[in-house]
């Protein structure tokens, strides 16, 4: 028998808010010193986040952070010019480009930064056999990963049940037993696992080397018409990252994120933000695993959908 614990508990591990320094809703929409920049509030989100703050300083350049809580909300955003880009699961991103929406990925969110979380009585992957595994969505890594992980022990995607959460639900919905596992954004993950709820069977790299998660997308009309300033944007977002070790890290998380600082420890243990180009080889790799996987027969060439020159 899985082990509950009091509702109290749950509730309070599971808030999901954030300091935005940006309105979603600006009152200088015309400002052409602003870029707008979508995100959810996950440490996938942190190089866009620590960015935000240095590049005014250095170049005058505004980023306007946006807020959302969803994915779905935030692509509906990106897809319709509301906002100049954004960090997003970069699958997502791949098949709206597929669908003849003008967007190109830039950069990488972060690098690995993903853990298989189970219940505590689930010893390896064969024991997911027959289980409930959630993921936020599945046009994701996590599902990749999902798929790579049962992989090891001989199963496939229709050896579990599949079901799809949003990110606060899945820490609860372990600890309660409606799921046996979950891989999602962190730090969500880590979440589960400082609840005693659940461990970590795999991590990201375990499974997938230089594996591809989020990505900063940023629209064909934002480049088109303000290149210089997505030049400078995406050069000052890379060096944000490089500059990012875990202890700067923490300090942009507990800024933006409303999480302990165990939750933050655990989390930023999987991830780093160092060298954010996206490589051919290792995007030629997800376009495999991609279609392998069925969510998507045709996704976009990388010459077509990565831009590393500006």
């Not at 790299?205 to 480049?223: N, P």
């Not at 303000?226 to 030049?231: E, F, T």
Request: glycine fraction near 6%; proline fraction near 3%.
């Amino acid at each position: 028998m899985k082990k509950r614990l009091p509702a109290f508990i749950i509730s309070a591990a599971l808030a999901f808010s954030a300091v935005s320094c940006g309105k979603a809703d600006s009152k200088n929409k015309d400002d052409a010193n602003t870029v707008k920049i979508a995100y959810l509030p996950i440490t996938h989100s942190l190089a866009v986040l620590e960015e935000a703050e240095e590049l005014e300083k250095e170049s005058g350049l505004k980023v306007e952070l946006v807020k959302y809580g969803s994915w779905a909300e935030l692509l509906d955003a990106l897809n319709s010019n509301r906002v100049d880009g954004a960090s997003v699961l970069i699958e997502l991103a791949m098949k709206s480009k597929e669908e003849g929406i003008g967007l190109k990925a830039v950069a990488l969110g972060h690098r690995d930064g993903n853990v298989i979380v189970v219940s505590n009585d689930i010893g390896s992957a064969a024991d997911l056999k027959g289980k409930t595994f959630a993921i936020p969505h599945r046009q994701s890594s996590h599902n990749i990963l999902l798929n790579d992980a049962l992989a090891t022990a001989g199963l496939n995607i229709g050896d579990v049940n599949v079901t799809e959460l949003a990110p606060t639900e899945m820490p609860s919905a372990l600890a309660s037993g409606q799921i046996d596992g979950y891989c999602v954004a962190e730090p969500f993950g880590a979440m589960g696992v400082n609840l005693g709820v659940g461990k970590v069977l795999f991590s990201s790299e375990e499974l997938w080397e230089e594996s591809l998660c989020c990505g900063l997308v940023l629209t064909d009309k934002f480049i088109d018409e303000r290149h210089d300033d997505a030049k400078s944007f995406v050069e000052s977002y890379k060096a944000a990252g490089n500059a990012l070790d875990k202890e700067k890290a923490k300090e942009v998380a507990k800024q933006y994120l409303n999480q302990t600082d165990e939750v933050l420890d655990t989390s930023l243990q999987w991830i780093s933000y160092n060298d954010l180009d996206i490589t051919e080889e290792a995007y030629n790799a997800l376009a495999e695993k991609v279609k392998a996987y069925g969510l998507s027969n045709n996704p976009p060439a990388y010459a077509d959908f990565v831009k590393n020159d500006f």
